[in-house]
Antibody, heavy 126, light 109 residues
Framework: QVQLQESGPGLVKPSQTLSLTCTVS??????????WTWIRQHPGKGLEWIGY???????YYNPSLRSRISMSIDTSKNQFSLKLSSVTAADTAIYYC??????????????????WGQGTTVTVSS | EIVLTQSPATLSVSPGERVTLSCRAS??????LAWYQQKPGQAPRLLIY???TRATGIPARFSGSGSGAEFTLTISSLQSEDFAVYYC???????????FGGGTKVEIK
């Protein structure tokens, strides 16, 4: 059974870079048919997608965050990572890593976000 | 951007009751809609995709219906473990676009 676990600092200073890593266990991150994803949830609010990465390294970023985001994947460690630069208080949220189950060319057929990490709370404050 | 509106925002229900949650899209999303359940302090859990297909391991009391811009999640007989917030998600423009609704909280009456 595939499990995801987020790790990274819980407190980041304004203007600095938020860095999170998601470790995949119970399966290979190199398996096709999945996009590895970051989602965040502001306190007491709904869910927002941040970005996706395929095992090949191809990425999609939310346009509202694109200028500040970088995602990477390390297949040797079975991990993928998020960097969000120039953070402000508005980036305070619970950050989840998750897996999009998909199939077909370019992973066109979407079957939902079927595996989630437990989430990690990141607070932006001086 | 496609906006999803969920109603009601909060629903007070007694265990054993039938529950119907609504999700309305600002434009047609065909059947490209999923439902998630989130309990306090936990990550969301996938319940339904393609509007009506239950995800692996989801009990049969959960069912989804609808197409176009109007969708419904029904819980046939609410169990104690079903008190949670439920989110709909559309993926009509996947990849990469997905958007979530604002959620419906199902609480104990």
């Amino acid at each position: 059974q595939v499990q995801l676990q987020e790790s990274g600092p819980g407190l980041v200073k304004p203007s600095q870079t938020l860095s999170l890593t998601c470790t995949v266990s119970g399966g290979s991150i190199s398996s096709g048919g999945y996009y590895w994803t970051w989602i965040r949830q502001h306190p007491g609010k709904g869910l927002e997608w941040i970005g996706y990465i395929y095992h090949s390294g191809s990425t999609y970023y939310n346009p509202s965050l694109r200028s500040r985001i970088s995602m990477s994947i390390d297949t040797s460690k079975n991990q993928f990572s998020l960097k969000l630069s120039s953070v402000t208080a508005a980036d305070t949220a619970i950050y989840y890593c998750t897996r999009v189950d998909c199939s077909g060319g370019s992973c066109y057929y979407y079957y939902g976000m079927d595996v989630w990490g437990q989430g990690t709370t990141v607070t932006v404050s001086s | 951007e496609i906006v999803l509106t969920q109603s009601p925002a909060t629903l007070s229900v007694s265990p054993g009751e039938r529950v119907t949650l609504s999700c309305r899209a600002s434009q047609s999303v065909s059947s490209s809609l999923a439902w998630y359940q989130q309990k306090p302090g936990q990550a969301p859990r996938l319940l339904i995709y393609d509007a009506s297909t239950r995800a692996t391991g989801i009990p049969a009391r959960f069912s989804g219906s609808g197409s176009g811009a109007e969708f419904t999640l029904t819980i046939s007989s609410l169990q104690s473990e079903d008190f949670a917030v439920y989110y709909c998600q559309q993926y009509n423009d996947w990849p990469p676009w997905v958007t979530f609704g604002g959620g419906t909280k199902v609480e104990i009456k």
